[in-house]
């Protein structure tokens, strides 16, 4: 038997064995038949040639499939799950909705990062002031949520809180942003402490507060010497709808402008720096990604050369039979990226330094336009 050949196994031509449920140094020929109802799905097996081969047994015929073809076929299965996730279902309109994320870093009167105990009490002022608890990790508050879905959290530091507006309308979503911030200044107003209008907050205080599983799996993978500066930075995102005929083209064309959005980012050098003294030995474009595609697919098959997180290690894409979709794309930081939510499909609008509040319109102004050229 060649590498890449398929061998169906003919019902009258061999028994099962009763080592069929171990795995071995078994004969195909004479080893593997599947009586009616099944024994097993995907067991590996070693063929009398000495080749590694994948059995896959279903009601409609038994197949065996050398490894190299299974990982091939496997890869297709994701791959089309990856593609359906992004059209499956898809009813939303360009602009229909938008959403903005706000990350603000907090520090007292020396314009020191903020302690732990000042966010929470922070945190716990809102609280009693109109927010709910969403989410805790032991004592610690780390989300919160409003009647109106708007969600405030910690993003990675300690002193550093993301403001997550629900959807919203392009000629609303600054005023809920506002509304959310106004909130959340006067909880540090409170507490002594003050935002902190910039992208990066110089320093080399360690800042990390792990506030949930995610982000201790990232430090795992990651060390943190690696991830810690991440820590000192904050940016403003939009996320927006998009129709899915428009998507790939207003995609691209944010694509062609990157250098409007990098013009003003200068966290992007520690993001590559991140991406190089991590422990996980990422892609290189596992941040920023390519900027042009031609399709869909084409982009599905960019997503698809970066590893999946599986528990703290990272897993090649054709080795991963039951991929979550929407946590794998939040963990391939691209500068604009599709994500879904619901029923709507979205464009995520990313390298957009953290400024004062009067420049959210100005960089609204900018994605807008990109995306009605």
Same mark, same amino acid.
């Given at each position: 038997?060649?590498? #890449? ?8 031509? $061999?028994?099962?064995?009763? &080592? ?8 195909? !020929? ?16 070693? =063929? ?11 009601? =409609?015929?038994?197949?065996? *499939? ?6 091939? $076929? ?15 279902? %898809? ?37 009693? +002031? #109109? ?9 610690? %508050? ?17 002193? +550093? ?14 005023? /809920? ?13 409170? $507490? ?12 080399? &205080? ?26 000192? =930075?904050? @940016? ?22 990157? #250098? ?13 720096? *991140?991406?190089?003294? @991590?422990?996980? !030995? *990422? ?28 528990? /703290? ?6 080795? $991963?039979?039951?991929?979550?979709? @929407?946590?794998?794309?939040? @963990? ?9 939510? #619901? ?31």
């Amino acid at each position: 038997m060649k590498i #890449g050949e398929r061998v169906v196994l003919k019902d009258d031509a $061999v028994t099962v064995l009763k &080592e069929a449920r171990d795995e071995g140094s078994l004969c195909l !020929k004479r080893a593997l038949q599947i009586n009616s109802g099944g024994v097993t799905i995907k067991n590996r097996w070693k =063929t009398s040639c000495d080749e590694p081969y994948w059995v896959s047994f279903g009601e =409609t015929g038994n197949w065996a *499939y050398p490894e190299e073809c299974f990982r091939k $076929v496997e890869k297709e299965k994701t791959m089309q799950k990856l593609i359906s996730y992004f059209t499956d279902g %898809i009813s939303s309109e360009t602009l229909q909705t938008i959403g903005a994320e706000v990350e603000t870093q907090f520090v007292d009167k020396d314009g020191k990062a903020v302690q732990t105990q000042t966010s929470q009490q922070m945190l716990d002022y809102l609280a009693e +002031n #109109g927010w709910t608890v969403d989410c805790r990790k032991g004592n610690l %508050i780390t989300t919160l949520v409003d009647q109106d879905d708007n969600k405030i959290f910690y993003e990675l530091g300690r002193h +550093n809180i993301e403001v997550s507006t629900t959807t919203s309308t392009p000629a609303c979503v600054l005023d /809920v942003t506002r509304k959310c911030l106004a909130q959340l200044y006067e909880s540090a107003r409170m $507490v002594g402490a003050e935002p902190y209008f910039a992208p990066i907050l110089h320093g080399e &205080e360690d800042l990390l507060i792990i506030p949930d599983e995610r982000d201790a799996i990232w430090l795992k993978l990651d060390g943190r010497d690696a991830l810690a500066p991440l820590a000192r =930075t904050s @940016s403003v995102q939009f996320t927006i709808s998009v129709a899915p005929k428009d998507a790939m083209g207003i995609l691209n064309r944010f694509g062609e402008h990157i #250098g409007l959005f990098l013009a003003d980012f200068p966290q992007d050098a520690v993001w590559k720096r *991140y991406i190089v003294d @991590s422990s996980a !030995k *990422y892609l290189s474009n596992r941040y920023g990604g390519p900027l042009a595609f031609e399709s869909l697919e084409d982009y599905c098959r960019a997503l698809a050369r970066h590893d999946v997180v599986q528990g /703290v290690r990272l897993v090649p894409f054709q080795d $991963v039979s039951n991929l979550e979709v @929407s946590l794998y794309l939040r @963990s391939i930081w691209w500068h604009f990226r599709l994500k879904r939510y #619901g029923n709507t499909l979205c464009i995520e609008v990313r390298p957009m330094a953290r400024r004062a509040d009067e420049q959210f319109q100005q960089q609204l102004d900018k994605v807008l336009a990109i995306v009605c050229a």
